[in-house]
């Protein structure tokens, strides 16, 4: 059964994990198959081996049907896309026309493609990308815009920065539009993640609570020094 299929309430089955519903409908334009996009990144290794790219591509690959339902089932063709330099089929699937996408990547841009009139941003900064997602969600709740979400994906590594935990710890406290997509291949580079980290559960920690008897520094008090 496809993935698709198996989608169900707020957790989804399958491989990909969620706590959001599902969209009733899909408003995304394009109709891409798994086959369009491993075709495009085809066209794009051979351009690259070919010379014809002279700035560092990063291909996407293996996750076409995860991402097919991602956009067509919970994100919406007004939404906001921010990610990291992997990023081409997330440009497609996002409604960007393939020829502007290729034309960027052509001319070197590939691992910071930018099309904000669709609402697309990506930094080659592992986790870069996080701050400013959080900010335009900041914006889009300011100025009570609730037709759009934020969605921001970043990979298994980039997850296990400060920079991801302060991003959610903002995000959650402000209550902000913004749903975060781990790519999760198990890998930095060429470094298996759990192999880096471990794969226990994050250490539990005590907590106490208490009022303060005195302000942050000194004693509230003006002293003149004769
Ligand atoms: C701030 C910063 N430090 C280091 C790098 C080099 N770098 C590029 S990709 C990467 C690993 C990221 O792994 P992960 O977040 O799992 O993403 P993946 O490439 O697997 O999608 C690193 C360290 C970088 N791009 N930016
Ligand atoms: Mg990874």
Not at 29 to 49: I, K, S
């Amino acid at each position: 059964m496809p993935l698709a299929e198996n989608l169900r309430g707020k957790l989804v089955a399958g491989d990909i994990r969620s706590p959001l519903r599902r969209r009733d409908h899909a408003t995304h334009r394009n109709e891409l198959t798994a086959e369009d996009l491993n075709g495009f990144e085809q066209e794009v290794a051979e351009a690259f081996n070919a010379g014809k790219i002279r700035a560092p591509v990063h291909l996407s690959g293996g996750n076409e049907e995860k991402l097919i339902d991602l956009f067509r089932l919970f994100i919406s063709h007004d939404d906001w896309i921010f990610c990291t330099y992997r990023n081409h089929h997330l440009a497609l699937l996002h409604d960007i026309p393939r020829e502007r996408v290729m034309d960027e990547i052509l001319a070197g841009r590939s691992q910071n493609l930018s099309f904000p009139e669709h609402r697309f941003l990506a930094s080659a900064m592992v986790g870069g990308i996080l701050p400013i997602a959080v900010g335009v969600a900041l914006a889009l709740k300011r100025k009570s815009e609730h037709s759009r979400n934020v969605w921001c994906f970043i990979g298994d590594m980039a997850a296990t920065t400060g920079a991801f935990a302060e991003a959610r710890y903002y995000a959650g406290g402000h209550d902000l539009p913004i749903n975060f997509v781990v790519e999760d291949n198990g890998m930095s580079c060429d470094s298996p993640t759990k192999a880096c980290w471990g794969s226990g559960l994050p250490k539990p920690f005590t907590r106490y609570v208490y009022e303060r008897r005195w302000p942050h520094i000194n004693t509230g008090k003006w002293i003149t020094f004769k």
